[in-house]
Each structure stands twice: as C-alpha cells, then as structure tokens.
C-alpha cells in the first residue's frame, strides 16, 4: 500500500516495544557561523516571526527584506564573531551541555530522553519532535529555556510546537511548562551562583539585573512577561538580603523607534556611573544559557558605556549555563510537571 504524505518511515514509534517519555528544552536559536551569510537566514526566520514583531505583515516584510536584512546581517556577524568559541556559538555548546547533564540527572528516574530543539536555526523543534518518536516516546514534556513567560519567547516556541505535532499522524501526549520565573529551586539557584561570585570576586556597589526587553505595548495588550521579571527580581531581592537600593532592574536589547520596557540597560549604566558607582555586577536572569545578549551585549558592549560615563569596572554574573544548581533545579522542575507518566514512577 502507497504511504501517505505524513507517513514517518519503518521506524515509527507504534512499532517501538521501548516507549519511553520525552523532555525537549527550547532555546531561542543561533546562527551556523560568526558571518553575514549565516546569520541572514536566521535573522530572516526569527524576526519573521509574528510573535517577535507583531506589525502587519505586508508592511513588516517590505522594512525587514528590504531595508533590515541589507544592513543587520554584517553588524550581527561582527557581534557574534566576538564571543564565538572554537567549539562554536556558545549558546549552542552551553545548551548542549545543559540537556547532556539534564539527561544525566534523571537517569535513575526512568527511560527518559533528554533532547535539545532550537526555536529559530537547527535543529529544529520540527526535526527533534519527529525524531523522539522514531525513538520511542510516547509522552513528551517541552520546557522552553526562557524562565519568564512572554508570547515573544514561550508563545513562540508553543507555535512551533502545535505546528509540528500537525504534522504527526499519531502524535505524543504533551505538557508544556510555560513559566518557571518564580520557582524556589530556580530562584535559590540564582541566589547561590550571585553568592559565589560575590564570594570569589567581591561584591559591586549595586546588583543590576538586565532582562531582555519587549515593546510596552505587548504588556499593554496581556504579555505577563513585566510582571514576572519583577517578580523574579524581588524574589532574588529577598533571598539575597538586599533592599530596593541595592538591586535595580532594567531591560536591555530593545530595537526601532516603538517605546520598549523601561529602565533601559544601557541607559540606566550610564547613569550609574555618572552619579559615581565604580563598581556594578550585573546577572541576567532571563537567560538560561549565555549568548549574544549576556557575552556581547553587556559584558562588552555595556562595560565599556560604564567605563566611558566614569566607571570603573562593569562585572557580568555569569547565567547558570549547565552548573549543578540549574541541573537539580531542572530536573525537579521536569519531575514536577511530569507526576503521573509511567516513565517518572521511580
């Protein structure tokens, strides 16, 4: 009999005695290489994205082919050619450390596959679906790598999502965790890597935390995303024993002429070190992994507006990347949300 279009080859899961669950991390994606040629197609696919500019899209197409993808892709590159590793983008590596160690972590809790999509670029949460179920999984658990919640970030990944299990004849059971911005394991996880850097390399006047920014008119129209960095920002206030004084929060990375979360990273750093601050740490707890925005964008970019304004050191807190906090913090997150599927009993 012919197949049919949706057919997903000899190895579909129906046939797999060795059902297993899923967890599949999402992160936000990264160009193949540090040049203009690679990071237009990624460019292209993630400001493409309705839920990353919401403009109509006849008018948003005309200013992004024909004005933004002539100009960004080679401003981009250089950024990028910045922080690239001989191992490649860091956020591609420092992901794939993450979900290996994820992996590992709940091993003794059942046949679990651990896998890694990314939201923009390869592989795909597309490819990665169709894969686990040639694997065997049955149940699958997605966990987008963005703590706070946003339809910029989350919202689009749940696209991709429902997009690729369209695609499927027989697809998995899913649960989705949308948010993890104000869980304890996640919060302490913060506190305890902030703690160790103040233990190793001094404590900074002022704590700055820098969330990525989206425009004010996606919360004005329901976007949580506002709302959940402040909590986060005074949940770490409180573990970490500090007062409004002593921890600022602002949010960086904003583009175009529309007003976009405020304070401003960059604005806000100035000014800190205008009025006399010489020393300011800043983490970034929206980001899972570092990448372009935490290695470029505020440990360069940002450090040297500080010490241009009269300031004399701009330290970045590493993100959790793959420590051993994230891990257990993941891992208690992904057992959480999974209570109930055969897989977890042990």
């Known amino acids: ?6 057919y997903t080859g000899p190895d579909d899961a129906s046939h797999d005695p060795s059902v297993q669950a899923g967890v599949l991390l999402v992160n936000l994606g990264t160009p193949e ?3 203009a040629r690679a990071v237009r197609p990624y460019l292209a696919q993630f400001l493409g994205d309705q839920r990353v500019i919401d403009y109509p899209r006849w008018l948003w197409w005309l200013i992004l082919h024909g004005v933004i ?4 892709p080679s401003r981009s590159a250089h950024a990028y050619q910045r922080i690239w590793t001989p191992q490649g983008s860091p956020l591609r590596v420092g992901s794939e450390a993450l979900a290996a160690r994820l992996q590992e972590a709940l091993r003794p809790h059942g046949p679990i596959r ?16 169709e894969q686990l179920q040639r694997e065997g999984v049955r149940r699958l658990l997605v966990l987008p790598l963005y703590p706070q919640y946003s339809a910029t970030s989350t919202g689009s990944v749940i696209d991709a999502v429902a997009d690729a299990m369209k695609s499927l004849r027989w ?15 996640h919060i302490d996880a913060l506190a305890r890597s902030i703690e160790r850097w103040w233990a190793s390399h001094g404590r900074g006047e002022k704590l700055l935390l820098s969330f990525h920014g989206i425009p004010e008119r996606y919360v004005r129209l329901g976007d949580p995303y506002a709302a959940q960095c402040q909590a986060t ?15 600022l929060v602002t949010f960086q990375s904003r583009v175009g002429r529309e007003q976009w979360l405020k304070p401003y990273t960059d604005v806000t750093v100035r000014e800190l070190a205008a009025s006399g601050i010489k020393r300011l740490d800043v983490a970034c707890p929206g980001f899972a992994v570092d990448c372009l925005e935490t290695l470029e964008e505020i440990a360069m970019q940002n450090a040297e507006f500080f010490r241009e304004a ?9 993100a959790l990347n793959d420590s051993p906090d994230q891990v257990d913090s993941l891992a208690q997150l992904v057992l959480r949300h999974a209570g109930g599927w055969p897989e977890f009993s042990a």
Do not use: F, K, W
């Open 233 to 247: 920002a005074e949940a770490l206030r409180q573990r970490l024993g500090l007062d409004e004084r002593e921890l």
């Open 171 to 185: 697809p998995p059971e899913l649960r989705l965790i949308n948010d993890y911005h104000d869980d304890p394991a």
């Open 1 to 6: 009999m012919p197949h049919s279009p949706d």
């Open 69 to 72: 993808l002539r100009v960004r």
């Open 114 to 129: 651990v896998a890694l999509a990314m939201r923009y670029g390869q592989p795909s949460v597309q490819r990665q679906i």
């Open 310 to 318: 009269g300031g004399e050191a701009l330290r970045y807190i590493p």
């Open 33 to 35: 290489a540090p040049t």
